[in-house]
């Protein structure tokens, strides 16, 4: 053989054994991610139990009321209920508050109506007929809801409030008490929140977050706004600002 065949066949001989390699290597990181990824598959196959209708809901938003009547709730394996024989009942224009301890079933509450939850007893009415026989989709549209638990993106500020990447947002946030902050932000809107995917994302706190989650609660403009704890982390001077703002 000449030097050039030498040379050639060893760079096959190399490479050949690289990608060997490399196959390998991928094969053992594709055995234990899919050991990992196990337990999420058996969650995604879980059957829905849910009883889901297709009952069309009305667009005149004067006429929804909502009416929760004789309702329990135990948490699956607890000794004690939830709720027990709740009733009231709320339309649009209303405000209501519920107020109790920690642990008194509050935020179940919101859950059951934004049919997270189905009750063990009694049922949840819209516009008199239960929320079981309404299209779920559908249904869930008439809620924008604050929970004490959100979650915010790295993702721009603008797709933070209006879950889409067209959006706009900036009148919500001047509502929600967020609008000096915005100001002062480079790329206003457009910027990205924390620094998980962008090194020069805007690091927010805990009380401008609950902002942008209350402008996320506007943006959605529904019948139901419903608020679980919303002002938690927020100064008492913040926290009148914003439920004036809502009022």
């Given amino acids: 053989l000449n030097a050039g065949s030498v040379v050639l066949f ?16 991928s094969r053992s990181e ?32 004067a006429e929804k009321e909502i ?13 004690h209920m939830a709720l027990e024989n709740v009733s009231f009942e709320f339309s649009p224009g209303r405000k209501l508050a519920v107020v109790g301890m920690n642990g008194s079933g509050k935020t179940t509450l919101v859950k059951l109506l934004c049919r997270m939850y189905d009750p063990d007893e009694g049922q949840i009415l819209l516009n008199g007929v239960d929320i079981r026989e309404y299209d779920y989709a559908e ?3 008439q809620f924008s809801v604050v929970f004490q638990d959100f979650k915010l993106l790295s993702r721009s500020l603008g797709e933070n409030v209006a879950a889409s990447d067209q959006y706009d947002a900036d009148i ?11 100001s002062r932000m480079p790329g206003g809107i457009n ?11 805007i690091e927010i706190s805990g009380g401008e977050a609950q ?26 001077v913040s926290e009148h600002e914003i439920y004036s703002g809502f009022h």
């Fill in 10 to 25: 060893a760079s096959a001989i190399y490479r050949f054994s690289e990608s060997v390699k490399v196959l390998s290597k």
């Fill in 139 to 141: 249904y869930m549209r």
């Fill in 30 to 61: 594709i055995r234990m991610n899919a050991r990992r990824m196990e337990s999420s598959f058996d969650y995604l196959e879980l059957p829905d139990l849910m009883t889901k209708g297709h009952r069309k809901i009305g667009k005149e938003t």
């Fill in 172 to 182: 919500c946030l001047e509502k929600a008490g967020f609008g000096d902050r915005l």
């Fill in 191 to 201: 910027a990205t929140l924390y620094r998980d995917i962008d090194e020069e994302g």
């Fill in 67 to 79: 009416e929760v009547k004789n309702v329990s709730f135990r948490d699956p394996g607890a000794e």
């Fill in 211 to 236: 902002k942008i989650a209350l402008a996320r609660a506007l943006y959605k403009d529904a019948p139901f706004v419903v608020l679980d704890e919303p002002t938690a982390a927020l100064d008492p």
